[in-house]
C-alpha cells in the first residue's frame, strides 16, 4: 500500500439475509484507493449500491468480504469499539437530512464529537467556537436546530464533521435537501476544506452534475464500478474567473 | 465529564415534554410519598407512645391478678375449659399481708410500691360546682409511695402527711385547672375550705383542701384542653373508705424497682414469689407481672410492623412508577432512534449510550423521589398534627427514599438503555 493512500478497498462485497432465502449481494467485489488530499466523488443512481458502500467505507458496517483500510487501519479486524474510536477521530460525517441532535444548541453540536474523544470542555468549546467560525456561524451558535434553515444546520453539521480533525469527510448527498443556491454554499465549503486544509473527501451523489465538480469520480452500477473518470474542477479561484 | 453532560441532555429532555415527564414521574412521586407519609406518621407515633409511657414510668412493673390459663389449669390436672372458672372473689385478692412479705424479700429490688383507687366509673363524670360554674373531677386515691414516685408539683397548701394516709382522712389536693375555673386561679381561697363533689348518681362526698397541684396534659386526654377533667387527689385509705373496701385486698398494684434491678428477670421472680407461696392452691387466678419495658418493647415491635406492612404496601406503587418509567424510556428512545444512530457515527460507544440513558431514567426517579419527599414530609407532618401531635420527619427514610429512587431508576433504566446501546448504527440512522 502506498504511503499516501487514505482509503484501500479490495475486493469488497456484501450481501444482506446471509443464510436465508432472501440472499442477496449488493457489492460484487469492488477495488479502488483513495489516496491523502483528494476530493472523490462517488456516484450512482439509487439502488446501485452507493448507500452500502458509504456505511462500509465509514465504518459503519462491514464488508462480507474483502479487505478495507483506512488511514492504514484494517476495518474487517477491527473490535466494535474500536470501530467506535476510529468513526470518532478519523471520519467526519456530514448528513443529507443533517443529523443533527435536537434540543440541543449548535456549539453543543459541534462539541459532540469531541466530548466522545474526552477533550476537556474547555479546550472543546473553544475548538467549536473556532469551527463554527470558520463556516460562518458564530452568530448563530446558540440556537437550536430547529431555529436554524437548511443551509446553517448543514454548515453546523460540516463544523461537527471537522471536530476531531479527521483524516476523511465522508459526505453523503450534502445538497440533497438544499436549493440549488444553498447547495453552491455548501459546495465551496466542502472545496474551500479541501484546497486550504487539504482535507480528503468523498462525496457520494446521484448527480453527475455536482460529482464533475470533484477530481475523480467513480461510477457505480447495479453494485459495480463501472467508470472511473477524472472532474473538470479546477479550483475555486478559477471558477470565480470564469 | 460525559455525567454532567448526560445529566444537561437528560433534564433538556424532561423540560421539553414537561407534562409527558410528569406523568411519568407521578408514579415515583406518589409511591416515594405515601412512604415517607408512613414513615413520619409512623416514627411520631412511635415517639408519642414512648414519652408516654415513659411518662408512666418506665421501670415500673404492673402486677395484676388473672384468669389462670387453661395450659395451666390441665398441667394441674383441673380442666374446667375455656380458661374461665369463676368470678374474682374477695379471697382471691393481694392482701396487705402479702405486699408486706414482697417488700419485705426483695428489700433491695422495690424501691416504691404504688397503690391506687378511684372513686366511682372513669367514664362518669363527677362535678364540683362553684357559682354557677362546673369543673370535671375524678376521685382518685394513691398511697403514700405513689404520691412520692409521681411527684406532683405543688402550688399551694401542703401534700399529704402519715396521719391523712393512715387515718383515712377527708383531705384532697385539687388541680390548678380547676382553681382557675370555680376560683379564678386564688389558691388561698380554696385551701382550708371544704368542697364537695357530686358524683353522676347523685352521691357527694366533702374533703378538706389542704393543697394545690399542677395539672399536667398527659397526651392520651387530648381535646378537652379548655375544660379538662382533673383529678381530686385524696390518700388510699380515704378513697377506700367511700369504696367499702377498706378490708379488702387489691387486684392491681404497680412496683418501681431500684436502678441497678434487671426489671425482665424481676418481673419473673415476682410473679413466681406470688403464684408459689400464695396461689397455688387457687383453682382459678393466678398472679401476672409485666413490666413497662418489655410492654413498649412489644408495642414498638407492633407499630414498626404495622409500618413495615404499610410501607410494603406503598413500595409496591413505587414498582408500578418503576415499570412505567421503563416503559416512557422505550418510547424515547424509539423517537430517538436516529439521535442514536447519529451519535454512534459521531463516535459514540455502546456503553456510553448506555451510560446517557440510565443516567436519563435516574434523572426522571430522583426528580420524582425529591418531589415525593416533599410531599410526603408535607402530608405526614399534616396528619400527624391534625391528630394533635408535633411530627418527627425521620431522616433516614428521605435518605433512603433518595437511594430507593436512584435504584429503580437504574434498575428499571438498564433494559432501554441496554437495548438503545445495542442498536445498529445503520438501521438507526436511516430510521425516519
Not at chain 1, 466542502?190 to 473527501?201: D, N, P, R, S
Not at chain 2, 357559682?131 to 397548701?157: C, H, S, T
Not at chain 2, 380554696?190 to 374533703?207: A, L, P, Y
Amino acid at each position: 500500500m502506498a504511503e499516501n493512500t487514505m482509503l484501500d478497498l479490495r475486493n469488497i462485497h456484501k450481501s444482506f439475509f446471509i443464510g436465508t432465502p432472501n440472499e442477496f449481494e449488493v457489492l460484487h467485489g469492488l477495488n479502488f484507493t483513495v489516496n491523502k488530499g483528494e476530493f472523490v466523488s462517488i456516484v450512482g443512481q439509487s439502488g446501485s449500491g452507493k448507500s452500502t458502500l458509504m456505511n462500509i467505507i465509514g465504518a459503519l458496517d462491514r464488508p462480507t468480504a474483502g479487505e478495507y483500510s483506512l488511514d492504514g487501519i484494517d476495518i474487517e479486524k477491527a473490535k466494535d469499539h474500536e470501530l467506535s474510536a476510529l468513526r470518532n477521530k478519523k471520519i467526519g460525517f456530514v448528513f443529507q437530512t443533517y443529523n443533527l441532535i435536537a434540543r440541543t444548541t449548535a456549539l453543543k453540536n459541534v462539541e459532540l464529537p469531541m466530548m466522545y474523544a474526552g477533550m476537556g470542555r474547555q479546550e472543546r468549546m473553544e475548538r467549536a467556537k473556532m469551527l463554527l467560525e470558520q463556516v460562518e456561524m458564530t452568530d448563530r451558535m446558540m440556537h437550536k436546530p430547529d431555529e436554524l434553515s437548511g443551509g446553517q444546520k448543514q454548515r453546523v453539521a460540516i463544523a461537527r464533521a471537522m471536530a476531531n480533525d479527521p483524516a476523511i469527510i465522508l459526505a453523503d448527498e450534502p445538497t440533497g435537501a438544499l436549493d440549488s443556491a444553498t447547495g453552491r454554499l455548501i459546495m465551496d465549503i466542502f472545496h474551500k476544506l479541501h484546497e486550504e486544509q487539504g482535507k480528503t473527501i468523498v462525496l457520494i451523489t446521484h448527480s453527475p452534475e455536482l460529482s464533475r465538480e470533484t477530481q475523480r469520480i467513480i461510477t457505480l452500477k447495479d453494485g459495480s464500478i463501472v467508470g472511473e473518470s477524472a472532474g473538470s474542477w479546477t479550483g475555486l479561484n478559477a471558477k470565480e474567473g470564469e | 465529564m460525559l455525567f454532567t453532560e448526560n445529566v444537561l441532555v437528560a433534564l433538556s429532555g424532561l423540560k421539553a415534554n414537561i407534562m409527558r415527564s410528569l406523568l411519568t414521574m407521578l408514579g415515583i412521586i406518589i409511591g416515594i410519598a405515601s412512604v415517607i407519609a408512613i414513615m413520619t406518621v409512623g416514627n411520631s407515633i412511635t415517639l408519642i407512645v414512648n414519652s408516654t409511657m415513659q411518662g408512666l414510668g418506665a421501670n415500673n412493673i404492673q402486677v395484676a391478678i388473672m384468669q389462670k390459663s387453661t395450659e395451666d389449669s390441665e398441667e394441674s390436672g383441673v380442666n374446667y375449659g375455656g380458661g374461665y372458672v369463676r368470678d374474682l372473689t374477695d379471697e382471691d385478692l393481694i392482701t396487705k399481708e402479702m405486699l408486706k412479705s414482697l417488700t419485705d424479700e426483695f428489700k433491695d429490688d422495690i424501691k416504691y410500691v404504688m397503690l391506687t383507687e378511684q372513686v366511682g366509673d372513669y367514664y362518669s363524670t363527677s362535678k364540683v360546682s362553684r357559682n354557677g360554674k362546673d369543673a370535671k373531677v375524678q376521685i382518685v386515691g394513691y398511697n403514700r409511695d405513689y404520691m412520692e414516685f409521681n411527684d406532683k408539683e405543688v402550688l399551694g397548701g401542703r401534700s399529704f402527711i402519715t396521719t391523712d394516709y393512715k387515718e383515712g382522712k377527708s383531705v384532697c389536693m385539687v388541680s390548678d385547672k380547676l382553681v382557675e375555673r370555680l376560683y379564678k386561679g386564688d389558691n388561698d381561697a380554696v385551701i382550708g375550705t371544704e368542697i364537695e363533689v357530686v358524683s353522676s348518681d347523685g352521691t357527694f362526698n366533702d374533703f378538706y383542701v389542704v393543697g394545690v397541684y399542677k395539672y399536667v396534659a398527659d397526651s392520651i386526654s387530648f381535646g378537652e384542653s379548655d375544660n379538662p377533667k382533673t383529678e381530686v387527689l385524696v390518700p388510699l385509705n380515704t378513697a377506700r373508705k367511700i369504696n367499702h373496701t377498706a378490708n379488702k385486698g387489691f387486684e392491681y398494684f404497680m412496683l418501681v424497682t431500684s436502678v441497678n434491678t434487671d426489671n425482665v428477670t424481676f418481673v419473673t421472680k415476682v410473679r413466681d414469689f406470688f403464684n408459689v407461696n400464695f396461689y397455688s392452691r387457687n383453682d382459678a387466678f393466678e398472679v401476672a407481672a409485666v413490666s413497662m419495658d418489655s410492654m413498649m418493647d412489644s408495642l414498638n415491635t407492633m407499630i414498626s410492623m404495622i409500618k413495615l406492612a404499610l410501607s410494603v404496601i406503598a413500595g409496591i406503587s413505587l414498582v408500578v412508577g418503576g415499570i412505567g418509567v421503563m416503559n416512557i424510556m422505550l418510547v424515547s428512545i424509539t423517537e430517538r432512534t436516529k439521535e442514536i444512530g447519529t451519535r454512534k457515527a459521531l463516535g459514540a460507544t455502546n456503553s456510553s449510550i448506555r451510560l446517557q440513558f440510565i443516567t436519563e431514567s435516574v434523572v426522571i426517579c430522583v426528580i420524582g423521589g425529591i418531589i415525593g419527599i416533599f410531599l410526603g414530609v408535607g402530608l405526614g407532618m399534616l396528619a400527624v398534627k391534625l391528630m394533635g401531635y408535633d411530627a418527627v420527619v425521620s431522616v433516614s427514610s428521605v435518605v433512603i427514599a433518595v437511594g430507593f429512587s436512584m435504584a429503580i431508576g437504574i434498575f428499571f433504566g438498564y433494559y432501554p438503555a441496554n437495548k438503545a446501546a445495542k442498536l445498529n448504527p445503520i438501521d438507526a440512522l436511516r430510521y425516519e
